[in-house]
């Protein structure tokens, strides 16, 4: 199965950003925030043709930039939501525009989740916090075409009740009798009668049968790791899983060198990837 | 390589007299002619006006950590190893601006800094730098996206390359297959014009090959004679001492070797005594990685962005979420030794190393990539051993 491939930017296009506009703010967690944005009308099909599990390079006027991958899209004409920690500098002045603000955006970049090329199987989904965000337009993909599928399984992992992004699409998925959802947290207090311990132990006690089994995961890389193994150990291969990496990038289009890993850019060649073509990636530490 | 040349080949030979009215052409032609020159005790690649300002009788000693300038052969004008400065700051600047944003009701709008404008000869570019040239070719203008800003520096750059007569104390490019001749079919090369320095009678020459037809139009265009089979044997026969004497080389299954050695013990070691200085980084003439900056003016109306050559050897380099991905020195070295030698064959299908031994010379306590590529072997073997 071929990972989907990156839309190429034209060369005039490389490093021009294109002002959009927040024509929503959503707050999601006490450190996570959605922002809907409105494309330009010259960036606005290639923004509807975004692949699930791309993203953005977003600007910050005289901030800096940092890649957001797309967490899902709003309507049509292009409008695209992106949900967002924030935890560096650009990411906390993100957290200060409104409504009505403008954003650069560059992309979208990188190959997506394989969607298409895995119709016919069966597909879990492995998400552990803000991992969930490049996850949700894969899942929606999966819904929009839900009888392409098999058993189609959402495993969701948060650090506490209070950190469980998308909690109200958590529930419409779960209402849904062809779709398996199932959440933990690492630790609550109170009035939570859910799930407590790690996504693996989610892994563990899911119904699957491995050879039809594909498995799309994005988290923490310890995150990612562990749930590897218990995917393994449930008889899903390396061939079979795709996870979306994250590393520091500066161009979205492998010509900066930051995101380099073994042999790959992952803003090119990944983010998303398929573990056989990344086997060192758990094994070296500090690759 | 030079010992395929004939004297049908269009060759000439070239004395001090044509090489100045070569330069004089171009210059005429609108070319900023870039060349080697003395500048504070090394050779460093700057305009040149004429070829006096070559470095005439110059030859320099380099070893780990140490360079020096001497007399070498009088009035040999390319009778010295790679200096420090490789050729890329010319193609791929050190940091340039990309564009300029403006703020505007409600919004801003921006603009694209204009492409480089003006024509640049590059003069004396030794094989392994012309290797280097076609490695950032491929880098920025034929692995998917082309850089548009390398890719216009590049289609107005003519190159007049110079075949090696004589190793450099830390080179090793006949063990990385790219010189101390054009090891490629000069066609393929990326060279204009080839000049290799010989000497008969005691005075030096220049056999000069044309390459493209830029370079066999400038040939013409100077008063020189064509070449007899007796000044392109010299001119091979010099090459061939270069490759004779140099001292060092690469083992040959480096890029394995590395591949496998990921968590190999003698990482530390290295990383002891390397300071992550990121001076390989600077004086490499194929690392490629940059960063950006994002500035405003003091009133916040106008911002730009800017693009500088950056070094995986600092922390800022692989920061995610508030802290470096690799922490350690010894991954940090890793991470450089190993895409150079190793990745760099998955991304772009051959070595990022050409062997001009910058790193070695440069680096302020001696680390010799060879050494340390040849480090991994030997402890690989006794690991087996005791195993």
Redesign the interface.
């Given at each position: 199965m071929a990972i989907t491939a990156p839309l190429?930017?034209p060369?005039?296009h490389?490093?021009?950003?294109?002002?959009w506009?927040i024509s929503h703010v959503r707050r999601e967690l006490a450190d996570t925030f959605t922002l809907t944005l409105d494309p330009p009308a010259d960036a606005a099909d290639a923004a509807a043709a975004f692949l699930p599990g791309q993203f953005n390079m977003l600007?910050v006027?005289?901030?800096?930039?940092v890649p957001i991958s797309i967490s899902g899209a709003a309507g049509e004409g292009g409008r695209l939501k992106h949900t967002i920690r924030a935890?560096?500098a650009v990411t906390r002045a993100l957290r200060q525009l409104r409504a009505?603000d403008?954003v650069?955006v560059r992309g979208p970049f990188g190959a997506g989740w394989p969607i298409d090329d895995t119709a016919g199987s069966d597909v879990v989904i492995v998400a552990g916090g803000i991992g969930l965000a490049p996850l949700r337009p894969a899942v929606e993909a999966i819904l929009h075409a839900r009888e392409r599928y098999g058993r189609f399984i959402v495993l969701y992992g948060a650090r506490s009740p209070e950190d469980i992004l998308f909690a109200r699409d958590l529930g419409r998925w779960s209402s849904r009798l062809d779709t398996y959802v199932d959440v933990t947290v690492d630790r609550a207090a109170g009035a939570w009668r859910g799930n407590v311990g790690l996504v693996t132990a989610l892994i563990a006690r899911v119904g699957l049968e491995a050879e039809h089994t594909v498995a799309f995961l994005c988290g923490p890389e310890a995150m990612m790791r562990f749930a590897v193994g218990a995917l393994a150990k449930r008889g899903v291969e390396a061939g079979r899983t795709y996870l979306s990496l994250?590393?520091?990038m500066?161009?979205g289009?492998?010509?900066?060198?930051?995101c380099?890993l073994?042999?790959?850019?992952v803003c090119?060649d990944g983010p998303v990837f398929r573990l056989d073509r990344i086997p060192?990636v758990f094994?070296?530490?500090?690759? | 390589m030079a010992g395929a040349t004939r004297p049908d080949d269009g060759a000439c030979v070239l004395d001090t007299g044509a090489l100045e009215q070569l330069i004089e052409l171009l210059r005429a032609d609108g070319y900023r002619v870039v060349g080697p020159q003395v500048t504070d005790g090394a050779i460093v690649l700057n305009t040149i006006a004429g070829a006096s300002d070559l470095p005439a009788g110059v030859t320099d000693d380099q070893e780990p950590g140490r360079y020096r300038l001497r007399q070498g052969t009088p009035e040999a004008l390319f009778g010295y190893a790679a200096p420090p400065q490789g050729w890329k700051r010319f193609l791929f600047a050190p940091d340039e601006t990309?564009?300029r944003?403006v703020?505007t009701e409600?919004?801003?709008?921006?603009e694209?800094e204009p492409l480089a404008s003006g024509r640049t000869a590059m003069l004396g570019v030794r094989p392994c730098d012309l290797r280097a040239v076609d490695i950032l070719d491929q880098?920025?203008t034929r692995?998917?996206?082309?850089?548009?800003r390398y890719?216009a520096r590049r289609a107005a750059t003519l190159i007049i390359a110079v075949e090696c007569t004589q190793a450099g104390g830390t080179c090793f490019c006949a063990s990385m297959g790219s010189g101390p001749d054009i090891v490629a079919d000069d066609a393929n090369s990326g060279a204009d014009i080839i000049l290799t320095e010989y000497t008969t009678a005691g005075a030096p020459l220049l056999l000069a090959r044309p390459v493209s037809g830029r370079g066999g139009e400038l040939l013409a265009s100077v008063q020189c004679r064509q070449a007899t089979a007796a000044d392109c044997e010299a001119a091979a026969e010099a090459v061939k001492s270069a490759a004779r004497s140099m001292g060092r080389q690469m083992p040959a299954d480096v890029a394995t070797l590395v591949g496998r050695s990921?968590?190999h013990p003698h990482w530390e070691d290295v990383a002891a005594r390397c300071l992550g200085c990121g001076n390989c980084t600077a004086v490499c003439p194929t690392c490629?990685?940059?960063?950006?900056e994002?500035?405003?003016d003091i009133a916040?109306t106008t911002?730009e962005?800017r693009?500088r050559w950056?070094s995986?050897f600092t922390r800022d380099?692989?920061?995610?979420?508030?802290g470096p991905?690799?922490?350690?020195g010894?991954?940090r070295y890793r991470?450089w030794l190993?895409?150079k030698l190793a990745?760099w064959?998955?991304?772009f299908g051959r070595s990022g190393c050409v062997g001009c031994g910058r790193c070695i010379t440069w680096c302020p306590v001696g680390i010799d990539i060879t050494a340390e590529a040849r480090a991994l072997t030997e402890r690989e073997g006794r690991t087996d051993a005791n195993h």
């Open positions: 190429v930017q060369a005039s490389l490093w021009s950003i294109s002002p506009r600007y006027f005289g901030c800096g930039e935890v560096g009505g403008v650069g994250e590393r520091n500066k161009c289009v492998g010509l900066c060198g930051r380099q073994a042999g790959h850019f090119r060192n094994q070296v530490r500090e690759l | 990309l564009w944003a703020r409600g919004g801003f709008r921006c694209e880098v920025f692995s998917g996206v082309v850089d548009p890719q990921l968590d490629f990685c940059s960063t950006v994002d500035s405003t916040g911002a962005r693009r950056d995986c380099f692989s920061t995610l979420h508030g991905i690799r922490s350690s010894a991954a991470q190993a895409h990745h064959w998955e991304q």
